[in-house]
């Protein structure tokens, strides 16, 4: 049994009081101080981990006012804040032991759009991707582009000056905010603006903080000016925060904007700001060049910068070879082919297709003209769709260097310097020589058109001369940059790495620190970071608490064992603000960041290495536990589950992050280090469960699928318990709610003539037989709750000229594994594996009916039984019979495919098989992009669940089904998901194998069974 965990161990602070003071005077927002959400904040995408004392997420600017109102007060005057955004930063920008203040959950609203003057006035905690949605109808989008624009706030982009592919045409953030409200140190609410002289006279005349800051500014740019021009480099990635050299603009005006682009939050928090916008290039192309070594590609990159191409992005063959074994290659896969080792995109744009096809013809004969060795080849491709995948597969080389195995990975902390574009190769030879001298593997991807790299050598910083690297490479690679003329912070932002700007600034960072006291006079605003006050110095990168120091008590072993959580690099993919996009349903539902796949991973990271200090291995733990009598294990539970010393157990609060996980699988497949929460999850709760109690209703959904056989004997008991008020009521007592009722059909009985895939019937086949054969293998739910959809698999196997097959009654065990009943899912697995191989030995294809039930045999079971048997899902099954569907006559109406959620994460296949299925027939289906139902197998059933649930559902399924149109047919692919939407909506939504009986069968009309509901 593992022991109790202290929830919080640390000593009682100003900030403690800080809070509460917050509380008091009205403080709208929400305040997170439970050890839980101080270790989730304690990381973000860099090296780091510094524990806060606390985080704020305020509901409006009052609640910024409050917060910098109360760190004014004398008795406060020790604490400190760090604004944060989208948490992606890799370099511990918004790390802090003070109060982080997170503008993301609550003010996250679009105040203004104006099309005609193309402006666009937002809060900090819009996301920009959310943002260029909104815009897109009006043919207007924010420009700056980044890898994390889906989980990017502007408020972060603001502060870190922000910028990516295509910055040589778009420039940086700051080259398109317009205004910025901001609120000071002393409460002052401030709106910065460019201004004129005149203007600027009237600000420098203000006796309070505003003025003081004007006047500081105004003298440094005037008496400074000569230094400022020699020490900030003429590079388009300039240097960024407390930026001098753009404060007096060129058409004459005073922009204090520009020193506050960049501060990362040390100088004012940023509540709203006012954007410039730019038109949506009508037409635009990428041409994919392919190469023999990354070398070539660089050499390369200078021709096609040269051809007045919007921009061009380089990636090596380390990011190459791990994005050909992620989830985005199939799409993008013939773009790509052969074997290259670098590759360059360059993107062409133009405002009408005349224009871009002169400008593609333009590049082509420039290619031709100017032969180069290493040269392989090259694709175009002009298609939206195509450009978006292509675009996609850049922006997750970050996250892929991540994915690799073992306790040596890519991590960040040189990974984004400039130089000037004509000094890059040169530059990058002497980067890589440094890296091969201490022997190190790396990957290297980048926009080559502005002089930026992003390189992340591979470090296992749970070593101590790993990590003593981070000090030798990062101090070597600064004096690289100088010597090239470039900076060490060409995009990613300062943070830990303040250290050395003193030596960039020189002479001026003396004048960095008066500009600091002008704002925030007592250090409140994220100290250490950029700036240090007069008489005292910056952290030292390699005193900054590094997450691999904590990690280091946890043991390689355990790390491996528990499916990539400790290996969270915190790039945020999970935080994806979008509703349709599959990742993460919890987080979309609860803005709660402990609700994430990085949450999970952080707080069961950190659960880890607490055992690993108490001496518990918690696999050797799992399997004692498995051994001991369910009577002692009972009264132990029991025992600990009363016992008010366990109150405050760590475990807790772990356990709360776990319970909102809908074990739906988009982390498994969506992020790149293939972090899989429900995997760890089930690991956890099996654990946590043999400490303490169950709830009520675990056992009875755990068993649900070896109960349902005696339920459907007993059919009128169990309908009238799920049907009638008081068996409701009963039901919600013991945890349970919107549980379906059972249908009278049989498909076993009704499918009597349809023969069982004994050995004895099998081994009568001849191989002909054989070949024309195929076994089902429904899932409990799919045959007892939905068994129409069996009858029509059947029928469409007969059509085709296929014999079935019924598989024997089997047991596949997800709701055990989903609970975190491991012993019993152990014993399960294996056994059912064993009859699937001795069904799958005789050639004869096997064939689920429900995805997550299906894929469930992929996954679930690689841990747990030795299984060679492949259960296809239904399309991967017809894909191989495609040449026997018959091409219908006719025009049909528009086919809506919603697929199901964890078919699309780690099937990524599937949706495009039925496509090409229907499309044999001549139809046309659409994949509407749908983000979770909200169901998730038994999760939408539990009473706890069913607000998320019902929360999620309305976000994207319910919205997808209202626009569907009157004559389209809709077809869903899970029985989760059918059954979500019968709930919800009163709409039953068929099968595609049952549009596909009733194509097949040439049938105007879809089966109306026991007066069944389907959708045209």
């Known amino acids: 049994m593992i022991p109790r965990l202290d929830a919080d161990r640390r000593i009682a602070s100003p900030s403690d009081n800080f809070l509460r003071h917050l509380a008091a005077q009205g403080f709208q927002g929400d305040i997170g101080a ?34 910098a109102k109360a760190l004014a007060r004398p008795e406060f005057s020790g604490v400190t804040i760090a604004p944060r955004g989208g948490g992606t930063g890799t370099n511990g920008q918004s790390l802090s032991e003070g109060i982080v203040v997170d503008c993301s959950r609550h003010m996250n609203r679009i105040l203004e759009i104006d099309p005609v003057r193309r402006i666009a006035r937002v809060e900090a905690g819009v996301v920009k991707d959310q943002l260029n949605k909104a815009l897109a109808p009006h043919g207007l989008f924010f420009a700056p582009e980044l890898s994390t624009s889906n989980r990017a706030t ?93 404060l007096q603009r ?49 050499e390369d990159a200078r021709t096609l910068v040269a051809l007045d191409v919007a921009s061009v992005e380089t990636i090596d063959e380390t990011v190459l070879r791990l994005a050909r074994g992620d989830i985005v290659w199939p799409r993008i896969a013939a773009f790509f082919p052969g074997d290259a080792d670098g590759i360059n995109i360059a993107e062409v744009l133009a405002d009408t297709p005349e224009e871009l096809s002169e400008k593609l013809a333009a590049v082509a004969a420039a290619l031709a003209k100017t032969s180069f060795a290493g040269r392989k080849g090259y694709t175009i491709t002009t298609k939206k769709a195509d450009i978006e995948a292509i675009w996609a597969m ?75 690297l981070v000090r030798r490479i990062s101090d070597a690679v600064v004096a690289l940059t100088q010597k090239y003329g470039g900076v060490l912070w060409g995009e990613h932002g300062k943070g830990v790495r303040s250290e050395y700007v003193p030596a960039f600034f020189g002479p001026l960072y003396p004048r960095l620190q008066e500009i600091k006291q002008a704002f925030d006079p007592l250090n409140q605003l994220n100290p250490g970071k950029i700036v240090a006050p007069a008489g005292s110095s910056l952290p030292k990168i390699d005193a900054v608490p590094l997450r691999g120091t904590l990690d280091r008590a946890i043991g390689n072993d355990i790390r491996a064992a528990f499916d990539n959580a400790a290996y969270c690099n915190g790039n945020g993919a999970c935080f994806d603000f979008d509703a349709d996009s599959l990742m993460c349903p919890s987080y979309k539902a609860t803005r709660d960041r402990r609700f994430s796949p990085k949450g999970r991973a952080s707080l069961m990271r950190e659960w880890l290495r607490r055992l690993s200090e108490k001496g518990i291995d918690p696999r050797r733990e799992a399997e004692r536990q498995r051994r001991t009598s369910v009577i002692l294990r009972l009264a132990r539970r029991a025992w600990n589950s009363l016992n008010p010393a366990n109150r405050d157990d760590f475990s807790h609060e772990v356990r709360a992050a776990m319970d909102t996980c809908l074990a739906c699988k988009a982390c498994a497949g969506q992020c790149p280090v293939k972090v899989s929460v429900p995997a760890f999850r089930a690991k956890f709760l099996e654990l946590y469960y043999g400490r303490y109690l169950r709830p009520v209703n675990d056992p009875i959904v755990a ?20 049907g009638s008020s008081l068996g409701k009521a009963l039901l ?75 598989a024997p009654p089997l047991l596949n065990g997800k709701a055990l594994h989903v609970h975190g009943y491991l012993g019993a899912f152990h014993r399960t697995a294996p056994r059912t594996a064993r009859q699937l191989d001795r069904l799958a030995e005789t050639g004869i294809p096997l064939v689920g009916l429900d995805p997550s039930m299906t894929l469930a045999f992929r996954s679930e079971y690689a841990g747990a039984a030795a299984m060679r048997a492949c259960v296809l899902l239904p399309q991967e099954w017809l894909a191989t019979l495609i040449d026997r569907l018959p091409t219908l006559a006719g025009k049909w109406p528009r086919h809506r495919l919603m697929a199901h959620c964890t078919e699309r994460s780690t099937a990524p296949a599937a949706v495009g098989q039925w496509i090409a299925v229907f499309a044999k027939l001549g139809i046309d289906v659409v994949a509407a992009e749908t983000g979770c139902c909200g169901m998730a197998g038994t999760f939408g059933h539990e009473v706890r669940n069913r607000e998320i649930s019902e929360r999620l559902y309305a976000m994207s399924w319910q919205p997808a089904l209202a626009s569907a149109g009157a004559d389209d047919v809709v077809m869903a692919t899970g029985y989760s998901c059918r059954s979500q939407a019968k709930l919800m909506d009163g709409r039953q939504i068929p099968h595609p194998l049952q549009i596909l009986r009733a194509r097949l069968e040439d049938d105007a009309a879809l089966p109306l069974k026991d007066g069944a509901m389907y959708d045209m």
Do not use: W
């Open 34 to 67: 439970r050890a839980a959400d101080r270790l989730v904040f304690s990381t973000d995408n860099s090296i780091y981990q510094v524990e806060p004392a606390g985080i704020v997420f305020p509901k409006n600017i009052g609640d910024l006012k409050r917060i």
């Open 154 to 246: 502007i408020g972060g982009m603001v502060s870190t000056d922000a910028c990516g592919q295509g910055s040589c045409l778009y420039g940086k953030t700051s080259n398109h905010v317009l205004g910025l409200r901001v609120v000071l140190a002393d409460g002052s609410d401030f709106l910065s603006r460019p201004v004129s002289e005149e203007e600027l006279r009237a600000l420098q005349t203000r006796q309070n903080r505003i003025g003081h800051i004007h006047r500081t500014l105004a003298r440094i740019a005037r008496d400074d000016k000569a230094l400022i021009d020699k020490i900030f480099p003429k590079l388009n990635r300039f240097m960024t925060g407390y930026d001098l050299a753009h």
């Open 250 to 298: 060129e058409d004459g005006r005073f922009d204090l904007n520009a020193v506050l682009c960049g501060s990362e939050g040390t100088l004012a928090m940023i509540a709203e700001a006012e954007l410039n916008l730019l038109p949506i290039p009508a037409c635009a192309a990428l041409i994919n060049i392919r190469y023999d070594d990354f070398n070539a590609a660089l």
């Open 394 to 468: 850049r922006k997750r080389a970050v996250g892929l260097l991540g994915n690799v195995e073992g306790p040596t990975r890519p991590v960040p902390f040189v990974e984004d310097t400039a130089v000037p574009p004509e000094h890059l190769a040169a530059y990058i030879r002497e980067f890589r020589a440094l890296l091969d001298a201490e022997g190190l593997t790396y990957g290297m991807f980048g926009h080559v058109d502005a002089g930026v790299l992003h390189v992340r050598p591979a470090l296992d910083l749970t070593r101590a001369d790993h990590a003593a």
């Open 703 to 722: 068993t649900i699928e070896t109960m349902l056989p005696l339920l459907a004997r007993a059919r009128p008991l169990y309908n009238l318990a799920v």
């Open 732 to 806: 919600r007592r013991a945890g349970l709610t919107a549980l379906p009722t059972l249908p009278a059909r049989s498909p076993r009985r009704e499918l009597g003539r349809v023969p069982t895939a004994t050995a004895q019937a099998l081994a009568r086949l001849d191989s002909a037989e054989r070949a024309d054969a195929v076994i089902f293998v429904p899932d409990a739910f799919t045959e007892h709750f939905d068994p129409q959809v069996l009858l029509d698999a059947v029928a469409v196997a007969r059509r085709l000229g296929i014999h079935p097959f019924l």
